[in-house]
Protein backbone atom coordinates (compact mmCIF):
# COMPACT_ATOMS: atom_id res chain seq x y z
CA UNK A 1 0.00 0.00 0.00
CA UNK A 2 1.76 3.23 -1.00
CA UNK A 3 1.72 6.47 1.45
CA UNK A 4 -1.77 8.17 2.02
CA UNK A 5 -0.90 10.96 -0.47
CA UNK A 6 0.06 8.68 -3.53
CA UNK A 7 -3.52 6.74 -2.54
CA UNK A 8 -5.57 10.02 -2.82
CA UNK A 9 -3.33 11.39 -5.24
CA UNK A 10 -3.92 8.08 -7.50
CA UNK A 11 -7.38 8.29 -6.55
CA UNK A 12 -7.41 11.86 -7.99
CA UNK A 13 -5.86 11.10 -11.21
CA UNK A 14 -7.99 7.69 -11.75
CA UNK A 15 -11.44 10.34 -11.51
CA UNK A 16 -9.86 12.62 -13.77
CA UNK A 17 -10.75 13.13 -17.02
CA UNK A 18 -10.66 15.04 -20.41
CA UNK A 19 -12.90 17.70 -20.74
CA UNK A 20 -14.84 17.04 -24.41
CA UNK A 21 -18.20 18.09 -25.55
CA UNK A 22 -19.31 14.30 -25.77
CA UNK A 23 -18.57 14.69 -21.48
CA UNK A 24 -20.83 17.95 -21.42
CA UNK A 25 -23.16 16.36 -23.42
CA UNK A 26 -23.21 13.23 -20.62
CA UNK A 27 -26.46 12.89 -18.61
CA UNK A 28 -25.99 14.33 -15.19
CA UNK A 29 -26.32 11.81 -12.33
CA UNK A 30 -27.29 12.18 -8.76
CA UNK A 31 -26.66 10.61 -5.22
CA UNK A 32 -28.77 12.64 -2.81
CA UNK A 33 -28.39 12.57 0.88
CA UNK A 34 -32.02 11.78 1.62
CA UNK A 35 -32.06 9.26 -1.55
CA UNK A 36 -34.40 11.24 -3.01
CA UNK A 37 -34.12 12.13 -6.50
CA UNK A 38 -34.88 15.92 -7.17
CA UNK A 39 -38.01 17.48 -9.65
CA UNK A 40 -36.23 19.04 -11.98
CA UNK A 41 -38.92 18.71 -14.74
CA UNK A 42 -41.32 20.97 -16.07
CA UNK A 43 -42.33 21.70 -12.67
CA UNK A 44 -39.47 23.36 -11.41
CA UNK A 45 -40.10 26.10 -14.52
CA UNK A 46 -40.68 28.90 -11.43
CA UNK A 47 -37.98 30.27 -9.15
CA UNK A 48 -35.66 27.16 -7.95
CA UNK A 49 -36.80 26.43 -4.28
CA UNK A 50 -33.80 26.21 -1.42
CA UNK A 51 -34.66 21.89 -1.76
CA UNK A 52 -34.32 21.72 -5.17
CA UNK A 53 -31.18 23.95 -5.86
CA UNK A 54 -29.62 21.79 -2.70
CA UNK A 55 -30.42 18.89 -4.26
CA UNK A 56 -29.39 19.98 -7.77
CA UNK A 57 -26.06 20.83 -5.89
CA UNK A 58 -25.70 17.60 -4.95
CA UNK A 59 -26.14 16.04 -8.81
CA UNK A 60 -23.94 18.49 -10.01
CA UNK A 61 -20.70 17.87 -7.23
CA UNK A 62 -21.53 13.74 -7.91
CA UNK A 63 -21.12 14.61 -11.70
CA UNK A 64 -17.65 16.94 -11.11
CA UNK A 65 -16.55 14.01 -8.36
CA UNK A 66 -15.93 11.44 -11.23
CA UNK A 67 -14.94 13.75 -13.81
CA UNK A 68 -12.72 16.08 -12.56
CA UNK A 69 -9.49 16.19 -10.08
CA UNK A 70 -11.45 17.32 -6.54
CA UNK A 71 -8.52 16.42 -4.41
CA UNK A 72 -9.08 13.77 -1.85
CA UNK A 73 -6.53 15.56 0.88
CA UNK A 74 -7.64 15.40 4.35
CA UNK A 75 -5.66 18.53 5.52
CA UNK A 76 -6.76 20.51 2.27
CA UNK A 77 -10.17 19.54 2.82
CA UNK A 78 -10.37 20.13 6.08
CA UNK A 79 -8.22 23.42 6.32
CA UNK A 80 -10.74 24.90 3.55
CA UNK A 81 -14.04 23.49 5.33
CA UNK A 82 -12.81 25.37 8.46
CA UNK A 83 -11.79 28.66 6.68
CA UNK A 84 -15.19 28.00 4.69
CA UNK A 85 -17.36 28.07 7.46
CA UNK A 86 -15.92 30.43 9.61
CA UNK A 87 -17.17 33.05 6.64
CA UNK A 88 -20.11 31.09 6.73
CA UNK A 89 -21.22 31.40 10.15
CA UNK A 90 -21.17 35.66 9.65
CA UNK A 91 -22.95 35.71 6.75
CA UNK A 92 -27.01 35.94 6.45
CA UNK A 93 -29.44 34.47 4.61
CA UNK A 94 -27.80 30.91 4.90
CA UNK A 95 -30.54 28.53 3.78
CA UNK A 96 -27.90 25.20 3.56
CA UNK A 97 -24.61 23.62 4.83
CA UNK A 98 -22.12 24.32 2.29
CA UNK A 99 -19.24 22.13 0.92
CA UNK A 100 -16.23 23.66 0.49
CA UNK A 101 -13.20 21.10 -1.53
CA UNK A 102 -10.04 21.96 -3.39
CA UNK A 103 -9.85 21.43 -7.66
CA UNK A 104 -6.00 20.15 -8.73
CA UNK A 105 -5.49 22.81 -11.03
CA UNK A 106 -2.95 25.31 -11.24
CA UNK A 107 -5.32 28.50 -12.08
CA UNK A 108 -6.12 31.14 -9.87
CA UNK A 109 -9.62 30.44 -9.81
CA UNK A 110 -12.87 29.31 -7.14
CA UNK A 111 -16.38 29.30 -8.33
CA UNK A 112 -19.90 28.50 -6.66
CA UNK A 113 -22.64 26.47 -7.61
CA UNK A 114 -26.08 25.59 -6.21
CA UNK A 115 -26.74 24.29 -2.70
CA UNK A 116 -23.68 25.75 -0.95
CA UNK A 117 -20.56 23.97 -3.03
CA UNK A 118 -17.19 25.99 -3.25
CA UNK A 119 -14.55 24.96 -5.50
CA UNK A 120 -11.06 26.08 -4.51
CA UNK A 121 -8.40 26.04 -6.88
CA UNK A 122 -4.51 24.87 -6.06
CA UNK A 123 -3.26 27.38 -7.66
CA UNK A 124 -5.39 30.09 -5.99
CA UNK A 125 -4.13 28.93 -2.83
CA UNK A 126 -0.74 28.94 -4.01
CA UNK A 127 -0.80 32.29 -5.34
CA UNK A 128 -2.76 33.95 -2.65
CA UNK A 129 -0.04 36.44 -0.87
CA UNK A 130 -2.12 36.10 2.60
CA UNK A 131 -4.74 34.27 3.85
CA UNK A 132 -7.29 37.25 3.95
CA UNK A 133 -6.79 37.15 0.35
CA UNK A 134 -7.79 33.76 0.19
CA UNK A 135 -10.84 34.10 2.30
CA UNK A 136 -11.95 37.17 0.09
CA UNK A 137 -12.52 34.98 -2.31
CA UNK A 138 -14.24 32.93 -0.50
CA UNK A 139 -16.40 35.09 0.92
CA UNK A 140 -17.32 36.54 -2.22
CA UNK A 141 -18.11 33.17 -3.50
CA UNK A 142 -20.16 32.69 -0.58
CA UNK A 143 -21.95 35.95 -0.96
CA UNK A 144 -23.13 34.47 -4.47
CA UNK A 145 -24.61 31.47 -2.86
CA UNK A 146 -26.58 33.38 -0.32
CA UNK A 147 -27.70 35.76 -2.97
CA UNK A 148 -29.04 33.16 -5.08
CA UNK A 149 -27.45 34.66 -7.75
CA UNK A 150 -27.74 31.18 -9.71
CA UNK A 151 -30.88 30.46 -8.87
CA UNK A 152 -31.90 34.12 -9.93
CA UNK A 153 -30.08 33.49 -13.43
CA UNK A 154 -31.73 30.25 -13.93
CA UNK A 155 -34.71 32.49 -14.23
CA UNK A 156 -33.82 34.74 -15.96
CA UNK A 157 -32.37 32.09 -18.56
CA UNK A 158 -35.27 30.54 -18.64
CA UNK A 159 -37.18 33.50 -19.83
CA UNK A 160 -34.85 33.46 -23.07
CA UNK A 161 -34.36 29.62 -23.60
CA UNK A 162 -34.79 26.33 -21.10
CA UNK A 163 -31.65 25.49 -19.41
CA UNK A 164 -30.88 21.76 -19.59
CA UNK A 165 -29.07 19.97 -16.52
CA UNK A 166 -26.94 18.41 -18.60
CA UNK A 167 -25.95 21.87 -20.02
CA UNK A 168 -25.24 23.13 -16.62
CA UNK A 169 -23.43 20.61 -15.11
CA UNK A 170 -21.36 20.66 -18.63
CA UNK A 171 -20.63 24.75 -18.46
CA UNK A 172 -19.22 23.77 -14.32
CA UNK A 173 -17.42 21.10 -15.10
CA UNK A 174 -15.86 23.36 -18.10
CA UNK A 175 -15.40 25.76 -15.23
CA UNK A 176 -13.80 23.49 -12.89
CA UNK A 177 -11.43 21.95 -15.63
CA UNK A 178 -10.30 24.70 -17.90
CA UNK A 179 -12.28 28.07 -17.76
CA UNK A 180 -11.06 28.99 -20.86
CA UNK A 181 -13.54 26.38 -22.61
CA UNK A 182 -16.10 28.06 -21.26
CA UNK A 183 -16.88 30.96 -23.61
CA UNK A 184 -16.02 28.41 -26.51
CA UNK A 185 -18.78 26.39 -24.96
CA UNK A 186 -21.16 29.16 -24.87
CA UNK A 187 -20.40 30.24 -28.69
CA UNK A 188 -20.31 26.84 -30.37
CA UNK A 189 -23.74 25.63 -28.50
CA UNK A 190 -27.32 27.48 -27.56
CA UNK A 191 -25.27 29.39 -24.78
CA UNK A 192 -26.08 32.11 -23.98
CA UNK A 193 -28.57 30.76 -21.58
CA UNK A 194 -25.38 29.42 -20.30
CA UNK A 195 -23.71 32.20 -19.63
CA UNK A 196 -26.36 33.25 -17.67
CA UNK A 197 -25.31 30.02 -15.33
CA UNK A 198 -21.95 31.18 -15.52
CA UNK A 199 -20.73 34.81 -16.12
CA UNK A 200 -22.40 36.65 -13.35
CA UNK A 201 -23.83 39.90 -14.30
CA UNK A 202 -22.09 43.26 -13.10
CA UNK A 203 -25.13 43.71 -10.63
CA UNK A 204 -24.21 40.11 -9.11
CA UNK A 205 -20.92 40.74 -8.92
CA UNK A 206 -21.38 44.01 -6.90
CA UNK A 207 -23.52 42.68 -4.43
CA UNK A 208 -21.31 39.86 -4.01
CA UNK A 209 -18.15 42.19 -3.62
CA UNK A 210 -20.47 44.46 -0.88
CA UNK A 211 -21.67 41.13 0.84
CA UNK A 212 -18.51 39.27 0.91
CA UNK A 213 -16.28 42.39 1.84
CA UNK A 214 -19.09 42.45 5.26
CA UNK A 215 -18.45 38.80 5.81
CA UNK A 216 -14.53 38.92 5.35
CA UNK A 217 -14.32 41.92 7.81
CA UNK A 218 -16.79 40.38 10.55
CA UNK A 219 -15.23 36.86 10.27
CA UNK A 220 -11.45 38.97 11.44
CA UNK A 221 -9.98 38.88 8.24
CA UNK A 222 -8.64 42.16 6.42
CA UNK A 223 -11.38 43.75 4.32
CA UNK A 224 -8.58 45.45 2.23
CA UNK A 225 -7.33 42.12 0.94
CA UNK A 226 -10.35 41.73 -1.60
CA UNK A 227 -8.71 45.11 -3.25
CA UNK A 228 -6.02 43.78 -2.79
CA UNK A 229 -6.83 40.52 -4.63
CA UNK A 230 -8.02 42.30 -7.45
CA UNK A 231 -5.15 44.31 -8.02
CA UNK A 232 -3.01 41.17 -8.07
CA UNK A 233 -5.45 40.28 -10.81
CA UNK A 234 -5.19 43.05 -13.03
CA UNK A 235 -1.36 42.66 -13.00
CA UNK A 236 -1.75 39.37 -14.72
CA UNK A 237 -3.95 40.94 -17.50
CA UNK A 238 -1.06 43.71 -17.73
CA UNK A 239 1.90 41.34 -18.29
CA UNK A 240 -0.02 38.25 -19.83
CA UNK A 241 -1.57 37.53 -22.94
CA UNK A 242 -3.84 34.95 -21.16
CA UNK A 243 -7.24 36.10 -19.10
CA UNK A 244 -6.66 34.65 -15.30
CA UNK A 245 -9.06 31.92 -14.53
CA UNK A 246 -11.21 33.95 -11.90
CA UNK A 247 -11.84 36.75 -14.55
CA UNK A 248 -13.73 34.50 -17.07
CA UNK A 249 -16.54 34.07 -14.48
CA UNK A 250 -15.84 37.20 -12.80
CA UNK A 251 -15.57 40.37 -15.28
CA UNK A 252 -13.20 42.90 -13.37
CA UNK A 253 -13.65 46.32 -15.09
CA UNK A 254 -11.57 49.57 -13.37
CA UNK A 255 -14.72 50.55 -11.30
CA UNK A 256 -14.69 47.10 -9.52
CA UNK A 257 -10.94 47.54 -7.50
CA UNK A 258 -11.85 51.38 -6.83
CA UNK A 259 -15.40 50.80 -5.36
CA UNK A 260 -13.30 47.48 -3.93
CA UNK A 261 -10.91 49.66 -2.06
CA UNK A 262 -13.23 52.51 -1.44
CA UNK A 263 -15.54 50.07 0.61
CA UNK A 264 -12.32 48.82 2.72
CA UNK A 265 -11.84 52.45 4.02
CA UNK A 266 -14.94 52.33 5.84
CA UNK A 267 -12.28 49.76 8.05
CA UNK A 268 -9.49 50.37 10.30
CA UNK A 269 -6.81 49.79 8.70
CA UNK A 270 -4.40 47.35 11.00
CA UNK A 271 -2.45 44.25 10.76
CA UNK A 272 -3.81 40.74 10.19
CA UNK A 273 -1.71 37.48 11.06
CA UNK A 274 -2.12 34.34 8.79
CA UNK A 275 -3.03 31.41 10.77
CA UNK A 276 -0.16 28.83 10.84
CA UNK A 277 -2.50 26.27 8.85
CA UNK A 278 -3.18 28.77 5.92
CA UNK A 279 0.95 28.59 5.72
CA UNK A 280 1.27 25.07 6.35
CA UNK A 281 -1.30 24.17 3.43
CA UNK A 282 0.32 26.85 1.22
CA UNK A 283 3.39 24.97 2.19
CA UNK A 284 1.80 21.79 0.91
CA UNK A 285 0.59 22.48 -2.19
CA UNK A 286 4.09 24.15 -2.76
CA UNK A 287 5.44 21.13 -2.37
CA UNK A 288 2.77 18.65 -4.15
CA UNK A 289 0.95 19.87 -6.69
CA UNK A 290 1.90 23.63 -8.46
CA UNK A 291 5.77 23.54 -7.15
CA UNK A 292 6.55 26.78 -5.61
CA UNK A 293 9.53 29.14 -7.41
CA UNK A 294 11.87 27.39 -4.64
CA UNK A 295 12.13 24.35 -7.14
CA UNK A 296 15.65 22.69 -5.64
CA UNK A 297 15.95 21.95 -1.80
CA UNK A 298 18.64 24.19 -1.46
CA UNK A 299 16.93 27.42 -2.72
CA UNK A 300 14.17 26.32 -0.03
CA UNK A 301 16.94 25.86 2.56
CA UNK A 302 18.76 28.89 2.26
CA UNK A 303 15.17 30.66 2.22
CA UNK A 304 14.82 28.85 5.82
CA UNK A 305 18.23 30.63 7.22
CA UNK A 306 16.40 34.05 6.37
CA UNK A 307 12.96 33.26 7.92
CA UNK A 308 11.59 32.84 11.67
CA UNK A 309 8.60 31.98 13.85
CA UNK A 310 5.58 30.45 11.83
CA UNK A 311 7.17 30.99 8.33
CA UNK A 312 10.36 28.94 9.13
CA UNK A 313 7.80 26.38 10.69
CA UNK A 314 5.83 26.21 7.15
CA UNK A 315 8.94 26.52 5.05
CA UNK A 316 10.80 23.31 7.47
CA UNK A 317 7.11 21.52 6.56
CA UNK A 318 7.52 22.11 3.08
CA UNK A 319 11.04 21.24 3.04
CA UNK A 320 10.34 17.90 5.15
CA UNK A 321 7.20 16.73 2.19
CA UNK A 322 10.09 17.04 -0.51
CA UNK A 323 12.54 15.42 1.25
CA UNK A 324 9.62 12.86 1.78
CA UNK A 325 9.00 12.71 -1.94
CA UNK A 326 12.58 12.52 -2.99
CA UNK A 327 13.10 9.58 -0.48
CA UNK A 328 16.20 11.56 1.16
CA UNK A 329 14.67 9.03 4.16
CA UNK A 330 17.45 9.86 7.21
CA UNK A 331 17.35 13.66 6.55
CA UNK A 332 13.16 14.00 6.59
CA UNK A 333 13.51 11.47 10.08
CA UNK A 334 16.02 14.01 11.45
CA UNK A 335 13.92 17.48 10.78
CA UNK A 336 10.87 15.47 11.67
CA UNK A 337 12.25 14.62 14.86
CA UNK A 338 13.38 18.62 14.99
CA UNK A 339 9.83 19.74 14.51
CA UNK A 340 7.56 17.33 16.46
CA UNK A 341 9.69 18.81 19.44
CA UNK A 342 8.17 22.63 19.00
CA UNK A 343 4.61 21.49 17.67
CA UNK A 344 4.31 17.75 19.12
CA UNK A 345 0.59 17.65 18.20
CA UNK A 346 0.27 19.21 15.08
CA UNK A 347 -1.79 16.92 12.53
CA UNK A 348 0.45 17.93 9.44
CA UNK A 349 3.46 16.17 10.94
CA UNK A 350 2.15 13.39 12.00
CA UNK A 351 0.84 13.20 8.31
CA UNK A 352 4.18 13.16 7.24
CA UNK A 353 5.44 10.92 9.67
CA UNK A 354 3.16 8.44 8.05
CA UNK A 355 4.09 8.78 4.94
CA UNK A 356 7.39 8.92 5.54
CA UNK A 357 7.03 5.67 7.58
CA UNK A 358 5.12 3.96 4.73
CA UNK A 359 7.80 5.36 2.25
CA UNK A 360 10.81 3.88 4.78
CA UNK A 361 9.01 0.72 4.48
CA UNK A 362 8.86 0.75 8.66
CA UNK A 363 5.19 1.32 8.76
CA UNK A 364 5.06 0.14 12.31
CA UNK A 365 7.03 3.46 13.31
CA UNK A 366 3.95 5.49 12.93
CA UNK A 367 1.02 2.99 14.66
CA UNK A 368 2.02 4.13 18.02
CA UNK A 369 1.88 7.55 17.52
CA UNK A 370 -1.61 7.06 15.19
CA UNK A 371 -3.01 5.11 17.93
CA UNK A 372 -2.35 8.05 20.67
CA UNK A 373 -3.61 10.38 18.27
CA UNK A 374 -6.79 8.48 17.91
CA UNK A 375 -7.78 8.09 21.43
CA UNK A 376 -7.20 12.13 21.25
CA UNK A 377 -9.09 12.55 18.31
CA UNK A 378 -11.95 9.40 17.23
CA UNK A 379 -12.98 9.83 13.90
CA UNK A 380 -11.21 13.07 13.11
CA UNK A 381 -10.53 12.92 9.31
CA UNK A 382 -6.86 12.95 9.02
CA UNK A 383 -5.97 10.94 12.07
CA UNK A 384 -8.37 8.16 11.00
CA UNK A 385 -7.45 7.93 7.34
CA UNK A 386 -3.69 8.15 8.46
CA UNK A 387 -4.11 5.96 10.84
CA UNK A 388 -6.37 2.76 8.55
CA UNK A 389 -3.51 3.29 6.28
CA UNK A 390 -1.01 2.44 8.26
CA UNK A 391 -2.69 -0.33 9.23
CA UNK A 392 -3.10 -1.52 5.80
CA UNK A 393 0.92 -1.16 5.04
CA UNK A 394 1.52 -3.31 8.72
CA UNK A 395 -0.69 -6.17 7.43
CA UNK A 396 -3.24 -5.33 9.84
CA UNK A 397 -6.61 -5.00 7.51
CA UNK A 398 -9.13 -6.26 10.13
CA UNK A 399 -7.96 -2.83 12.28
CA UNK A 400 -8.37 -0.66 9.18
CA UNK A 401 -11.88 -2.00 8.62
CA UNK A 402 -13.07 -1.26 12.19
CA UNK A 403 -11.93 2.60 11.77
CA UNK A 404 -12.99 2.79 8.39
CA UNK A 405 -16.97 1.40 9.00
CA UNK A 406 -17.11 3.67 12.06
CA UNK A 407 -16.11 6.40 9.85
CA UNK A 408 -18.45 5.72 7.34
CA UNK A 409 -20.89 5.45 9.65
CA UNK A 410 -20.86 9.38 10.10
CA UNK A 411 -19.63 10.17 6.37
CA UNK A 412 -21.35 7.27 4.44
CA UNK A 413 -20.27 9.55 1.19
CA UNK A 414 -16.48 10.02 1.58
CA UNK A 415 -14.89 8.82 -1.37
CA UNK A 416 -11.17 8.42 0.14
CA UNK A 417 -12.29 6.77 3.05
CA UNK A 418 -14.75 4.16 1.21
CA UNK A 419 -11.55 3.55 -1.47
CA UNK A 420 -9.63 2.59 1.39
CA UNK A 421 -12.14 -0.29 2.55
CA UNK A 422 -12.03 -1.70 -0.71
CA UNK A 423 -8.89 -2.04 -0.37
CA UNK A 424 -8.99 -3.02 2.89
CA UNK A 425 -11.83 -6.12 2.10
CA UNK A 426 -9.35 -6.81 -0.71
CA UNK A 427 -6.41 -7.68 2.04
CA UNK A 428 -8.48 -9.26 3.98
CA UNK A 429 -9.91 -11.51 1.83
CA UNK A 430 -13.87 -10.52 2.40
CA UNK A 431 -14.64 -10.54 -1.83
CA UNK A 432 -18.45 -10.34 -1.13
CA UNK A 433 -17.94 -7.44 0.71
CA UNK A 434 -15.25 -6.03 -1.44
CA UNK A 435 -17.54 -6.02 -4.30
CA UNK A 436 -20.28 -4.35 -2.32
CA UNK A 437 -17.99 -1.33 -0.70
CA UNK A 438 -16.50 -1.24 -4.76
CA UNK A 439 -20.18 -0.90 -6.28
CA UNK A 440 -21.00 1.16 -3.29
CA UNK A 441 -17.76 3.72 -4.23
CA UNK A 442 -18.89 3.25 -7.95
CA UNK A 443 -22.43 4.87 -7.05
CA UNK A 444 -20.40 7.82 -5.31
CA UNK A 445 -19.11 9.17 -8.38
CA UNK A 446 -22.76 8.42 -10.06
CA UNK A 447 -21.30 5.36 -12.25
CA UNK A 448 -24.06 3.12 -11.64
CA UNK A 449 -23.60 0.92 -14.43
CA UNK A 450 -20.26 0.02 -12.86
CA UNK A 451 -21.76 -0.11 -9.58
CA UNK A 452 -24.56 -2.36 -10.33
CA UNK A 453 -21.87 -4.95 -11.75
CA UNK A 454 -20.08 -5.33 -8.56
CA UNK A 455 -23.24 -5.81 -6.65
CA UNK A 456 -24.13 -8.56 -9.00
CA UNK A 457 -20.27 -10.08 -8.41
CA UNK A 458 -21.59 -9.73 -4.33
CA UNK A 459 -24.77 -11.57 -4.84
CA UNK A 460 -22.51 -14.36 -6.24
CA UNK A 461 -20.95 -15.05 -3.46
CA UNK A 462 -23.48 -14.76 -0.94
CA UNK A 463 -24.82 -17.83 0.35
CA UNK A 464 -28.34 -18.91 2.08
CA UNK A 465 -27.60 -17.88 5.09
CA UNK A 466 -26.51 -13.70 4.32
CA UNK A 467 -30.54 -13.23 3.44
CA UNK A 468 -29.84 -9.31 5.40
CA UNK A 469 -26.57 -8.73 3.42
CA UNK A 470 -28.91 -9.67 -0.01
CA UNK A 471 -31.72 -8.21 0.87
CA UNK A 472 -29.55 -4.91 1.40
CA UNK A 473 -27.78 -5.52 -2.29
CA UNK A 474 -31.45 -5.35 -3.92
CA UNK A 475 -32.03 -2.52 -2.18
CA UNK A 476 -28.97 -0.80 -4.04
CA UNK A 477 -29.62 -1.95 -7.24
CA UNK A 478 -33.02 -1.11 -7.17
CA UNK A 479 -31.92 2.39 -5.84
CA UNK A 480 -29.45 2.87 -8.78
CA UNK A 481 -31.94 1.36 -11.21
CA UNK A 482 -34.55 4.50 -10.51
CA UNK A 483 -31.87 6.80 -10.71
CA UNK A 484 -30.05 6.12 -14.17
CA UNK A 485 -34.01 5.82 -15.26
CA UNK A 486 -35.24 9.24 -13.68
CA UNK A 487 -31.86 10.82 -15.49
CA UNK A 488 -32.75 9.09 -18.52
CA UNK A 489 -36.22 10.55 -18.60
CA UNK A 490 -35.56 14.06 -18.00
CA UNK A 491 -35.82 15.55 -20.93
CA UNK A 492 -37.63 18.89 -19.76
CA UNK A 493 -35.68 21.78 -18.43
CA UNK A 494 -34.83 22.90 -15.12
Not at 179 to 198: D, E, K, R
Not at 470 to 493: C, M, S, V
Amino acid sequence: MPPLFSRFKKLTLTLSLAASFSLIAASAHSMTSDNELPDLGASALGTLSIEKERRLGHIIYDQLRGQTAILQDPLIIEYLNDLGNKLVAKSEDVNFPFTFFGVNNNQINAFAFYGGFIGVHTGLIAKADNESQLASVLAHEIAHVTQRHLARGKEAANNRAPLTLAGIVGSILLAAINPQLVMASMMATSAGTQQAMINYTRGNEQEADNIGMNILANAGYDPYASAEFFAKLQEQIRYKADIPAFLITHPLPESRVTDARLRAMQFEKKFYADSLEFMLVKARINARYVRSEYDKIKDLTNLIDKSSGNKKFALQYELLLRLVDDEQFDKAFELWESLVKVAPNNLYLLDTYSDLAIAAKKPELALEALSKAYKIKPNNYVVTMNYANVALEAKMPDRAIELLEYYLLNKPRDLLATQMLVDAYKDSKNMAKYNITKGELFALMARYNEAITFLDRALAMLGKNDNAEINRIQALKYQYRERQQYIKDIKGTI
